[in-house]
């Protein structure tokens, strides 16, 4: 089994030294740096100690020089000795290796006292699964009680012995239940198993599961994801995986015949292996695997030792992982290659941001946060020149237009069919040239407020004195649309909002997608804005969501400064929830305009994630087309130890009565490159209307993976067309059922 979870410390070790041989050079020729020499050649006798008593380790338990294990771990041992000593060569790496396996073999046919080399290992697992059964195993005798009918393990314990004169002290612990009912028992196992560990450091841990017990759930996944809390991510890049029962007959396949012994264990791996991923937060991790089997009428061999079906004798292949593991971990304490946390297996990889969340931060566009006077249409770039775009169309048709009498329901019922329709043509056409010419008058205003001398606006921005009169009255807010329930009752008043003078608003979150009879209460969120100094207007909003296993967070707190006409400066702080964590983001874009339609804007931001920084830098510039067309064209790159790339391409069309007809359609194209995959997707998105009673918004968005969504929703408030839309979930569900059952 391959073991590159637990070599890659040296490899990067490596990786950052490519110029030891220039350093070592200058040295040797230096007599004030003969000590670093001497303390050079210390560490190569002390590898060289360690290549030996691993040889030795291996011969003693039947493995061969030439197994595959065993030669990544010469191999990264190898590269040890040239970080440090970096004028030898490959010929002199061979010969070592060479003189150490002939020392190793001749102390091995010369001695058979026990070696100096103690490893220490810790046991993981559900309960029943054969924790115990396979330390006893490994000692041959039975050191651990066991039972098959009950947990028979009841305290952290340190089972100590010898196999093959090797010291081995292995780290027996209770067994997990993976139910929420055995959350609380969970939590004091692992806090005791905390406290074992901080007295004796594990040089290696095993997960143990049964080959035998399928599932096809993700039931296991709590037990991982509570080893992951106690012990942190890293625990799982210096784990084996440990499958017992492993001389089970393989079931029967989907055509009757049995499934083969390697199809049966690749089955029974891979869905193990997922969840260990994403407990890890690492789609690359590759955890070693070993088979085993405890039971007393498992196959054996000439010598006695337990054989699987598949050929391969257990035991041996067990202990070279574990004494590999110790030994890599060895040489990481020598080579000082990175500070062990006491109490954590060795191998601990630092944490690196979730580059793709923070590309998508940087390519989402942020509104600029305006002052009051400029609050109308702020942030939509379509909206603040649409007076300079219709002052063409001279004065408003509004006042030129006939008296118009409304006609009541029982006359509208008399008229025919035809004009009916013409009745209601005339009425949204009043509609629409009212609306306009309120729009056109409030615009008007804020630019005439603009205009004013600063007294003015003092006046204007000073509070009403309401002593002498009748205080300023709440107004309830609309209620909030409440997730569909069973219950007679409406829920509806318990989240009823006022709005009153107080400049922070704060309502409920709801969860449209709740459980029946419930209220769907899901969190807070809060917005605030205000200004300083008459001149920087600041934007806060967060918003906390909380169930019972989890709690997420998100703030956005953004102000800008107008330098001049069409130059800005806008600067952001975010806080949002990435996983157990919280990543703290800091932005800032400059932004100016070319001409009056076309702007491009420029930003950095870095991200915070526990312990690590990540920088990224952003490129954006809008194209506008009169009042109705817009490109935005944008690119990111961020980068922490690796780069990824970005880009987005949306392109806009909006009403041509815009901003009174809510007419849109958006065509959108997204590219990400990271870790060489190439992500690519393209969507589209459309909001007209059917009528007048009916609205309708549609959405489709396909990837480069052949995967993608269509969504499409309506709203009416025409009561028969509801009851005609909730039917066609119905009828879509009896089609899919009759297609099954013909196919």
């Not at 338990?61 to 771990?73: L, M, R, Y």
């Not at 010969?95 to 490893?119: G, P, V, W, Y």
């Not at 450091?201 to 509570?226: A, E, G, T």
């Not at 480069?704 to 009416?716: D, L, P």
Request: hydrophobic share 35%; with cysteine; proline share 6%.
């Amino acid at each position: 089994m391959p073991l590159e979870p637990a070599l890659d410390s040296l490899q990067h070790s490596l990786e950052n030294k490519h110029d030891a041989p220039l350093l070592s050079a200058s040295m040797e020729g230096s007599p004030s740096n003969r000590s670093t020499v001497d303390r050079n050649e210390n560490t190569l006798e002390k590898l060289q100690m360690i290549r030996m008593k691993f040889l030795r380790t291996v011969h003693r338990i039947g493995e061969k020089a030439n197994n595959a294990i065993v030669a990544q771990v010469l191999y990264r041992l190898g590269l040890a000795e040239q970080i440090n000593v970096p004028r030898n060569t490959d010929r002199d790496f061979a010969f070592s290796n060479d003189r150490a396996s002939a020392i190793a073999s001749e102390h091995e046919a010369t001695s058979q006292e026990d070696l100096d080399f103690t490893c220490t290992i810790l046991v993981l697992g559900k309960t029943g699964v054969g924790k115990s059964a396979t330390i006893n195993s490994i000692f041959n005798e039975v050191k651990a009680t066991t039972d098959a009918f009950q947990p028979a393990t009841k305290k952290v314990e340190a089972i100590v012995g010898t196999v093959h004169g090797i010291q081995l002290r292995i780290i027996d612990t209770p067994g997990l239940i993976p139910s929420f009912a055995g959350h609380r028992r969970n939590e004091k196992i692992m806090s005791s198993v905390k406290k074992f560990v901080r007295k004796c450091p594990p040089d290696l841990v095993l997960y143990v599961d049964r080959l035998d017990m399928q599932n096809d759930s993700h039931s296991d996944f709590p037990v991982m994801k509570i080893i992951t809390k106690s012990f942190g991510a890293a625990i799982w890049h210096n784990a084996c995986l440990v499958l017992t029962h492993c001389s089970s007959t393989p079931p029967d396949g989907l055509d009757g015949i049995p499934l083969s012994y390697e199809i049966f264990v690749a089955q029974r791996l891979n869905p193990i292996q997922l969840l260990i991923c994403q407990a890890a937060g690492d789609a690359r991790l590759m955890v070693p695997v070993s088979l085993v089997e405890n039971h007393q009428s498992c196959r054996t061999n000439r010598a006695g030792e337990r054989v699987l079906p598949n050929g391969q004798v257990w035991k041996p292949h067990l202990l070279l992982l574990c004494f590999a593991s110790k030994v890599l971990g060895e040489a990481n304490a020598i080579l000082k290659l990175q500070d062990n946390i006491p109490g954590r297996p060795s191998g601990v990889q630092p944490r690196v941001p979730p580059l793709s969340y923070f590309l998508s931060f940087l390519l989402r566009s942020r509104a600029q946060p305006k002052m009051p006077d400029e609050q109308v249409g702020a942030g939509d770039e379509f909206v603040e020149d649409f007076e300079y775009l219709t002052d063409s169309e001279g004065e408003d048709d509004f006042d030129k237009l006939p008296p118009f009498k409304p006609l009541t329901k029982s006359q509208l019922n008399k008229l025919s069919k035809e004009l009916r329709k013409n009745y209601f043509n005339e009425l949204d056409y009043r509609e629409k040239l009212f609306q306009r010419k309120q729009w056109k008058e409030e615009l008007r205003r804020q630019k005439s407020i603009k205009t004013m001398p600063q007294s003015f606006k003092d006046e204007l921005d000073a509070p009403e004195d309401y002593s002498t009169g009748t205080a300023a009255v709440p107004v309830p807010m609309p209620d909030m649309p409440m997730p569909p329930s069973f219950d007679s009752d409406n829920p509806t008043y318990r989240y009823r909002c006022l709005d009153i003078a107080n400049q922070w608003v704060v309502r409920p979150v709801m969860n449209p997608n709740g459980w029946d009879h419930d209220c769907g209460y899901d969190g807070l969120n809060s917005e605030k804005t205000f200004v300083i100094s008459n001149s920087l207007p600041v934007s806060i909003s967060g918003q906390i969501n909380k169930d019972k296993q989890e709690a997420n967070i998100q703030m956005e707190c953004a102000t800008s400064l107008n330098h001049r006409e069409g130059r800005a400066t806008l600067v952001g702080f975010d806080v949002q929830t990435v996983g157990k964590d919280q990543a703290y983001t800091l932005c800032s874009e400059a932004r100016f305009n070319n001409f009056r339609q076309n702007m491009t804007l420029g930003g950095l931001a870095l991200m915070i994630l526990g312990d690590t920084l990540a920088a990224g830098i952003k490129v954006e510039d809008r194209l506008r087309i009169r009042k109705r067309l817009q490109f935005v064209l944008s690119g990111a790159m961020v980068g922490y130890r690796d780069v990824a790339f970005g880009g987005t391409l949306e392109a806009t069309l909006r009403d041509k009565d815009y901003p009174i007809g809510k007419m849109m359609t958006t065509l959108g194209f997204s590219i990400m490159d990271w870790h060489g995959d190439l992500a690519m997707v393209g969507n589209l998105q459309s909001q007209f209307s059917l009528g007048r009673n009916l609205m309708m918004v549609t959405s489709a968005n396909i990837n480069n993976r052949r995967t993608g969504q269509v969504s499409i929703r309506t709203s009416s408030s025409d009561q028969l067309q509801i009851a005609l839309i909730g039917i066609v979930p119905i009828i879509r569900s009896i089609v899919g059922a009759m297609w099954l059952n013909s196919s």
